[in-house]
């Protein structure tokens, strides 16, 4: 067998000593760990061309974002993040795939951030937004392996999708909200939601990402 990919995150957590809220993934495409960009991409966390968590907030807030890779459009994006104070802390520090692709299932070997150190050291952090559920290898499944070693209990405050939680961590508590993913991937599982399928019966031109922005809108 070959070697297996050593997929490292390429980017430190951003914005964490104003954040009140922070965004959690795992980790980008292998190609942002190599530098191998596809045209389109932005060299900064969720850049990926292909993803849509910036396309959604762009539409949410009405940005006008470049979608290149350049320094102008890396700004963009940071500064954004700083005006809403919402930071980003992707949970997965590294991992190994033998086949080299973004899904998170493909992931063996893995090292987790330490987020609870992260929350004990940022005490405005008040919620936490999982860009994906609970499915194996997801950043709400990774956050539950953390609770359990913390010995710290979710507690669901709504079990409807987006599903909320809170927790209890230093004398304060913490929201969790497990967005549905910002992927093509997660389209399918969009497209067979009983809303969605309201929604574009109602309207035709009614898409996934149109979704998606009603979905995180009460939440950014």
Excluded at 2 to 14: Q, V
Excluded at 65 to 70: A, G, K, N, V, Y
Excluded at 174 to 183: N, Y
Excluded at 186 to 210: H, M, Q
């Amino acid at each position: 067998m070959s070697r297996p990919f050593k997929h490292t995150h390429p980017y430190p957590p951003f914005n964490l000593e104003k954040a009140t809220k922070l965004i959690v993934g795992t980790l980008p495409p292998p190609r942002f760990t190599t530098g191998d960009l596809k045209v389109g991409d932005v060299d900064f966390s969720y850049g990926s061309i292909d993803g849509q968590l910036w396309p959604i907030l762009n539409k949410i807030f009405d940005l006008n974002l470049t979608f290149e890779t350049t320094a102008e459009a890396i700004n963009q994006r940071k500064a954004f993040l700083k005006s809403r104070n919402i930071g980003v802390c992707d949970i997965v520090a590294s991992s190994e795939r033998q086949k080299v692709d973004a899904s998170d299932i493909g992931m063996s070997n893995i090292t987790l951030r330490d987020i609870f150190g992260y929350l004990s050291k940022h005490k405005q952090v008040d919620t936490l937004l999982f860009t994906g559920g609970n499915s194996k290898n997801g950043p709400e499944y990774f956050f539950r392996k953390a609770c359990k070693e913390k010995q710290v209990r979710l507690k669901v405050v709504s079990d409807v999708v987006p599903r909320v939680h809170n927790f209890d961590w230093e004398g304060r508590t913490i929201k969790t909200v497990s967005l549905t993913a910002p992927s093509g991937a997660a389209n399918r599982a969009v497209g067979s939601l009983a809303l969605y399928k309201k929604l574009k019966a109602e309207n035709s031109d009614f898409n996934t990402i149109d979704f998606r922005v009603l979905q995180y809108t009460p939440f950014f």
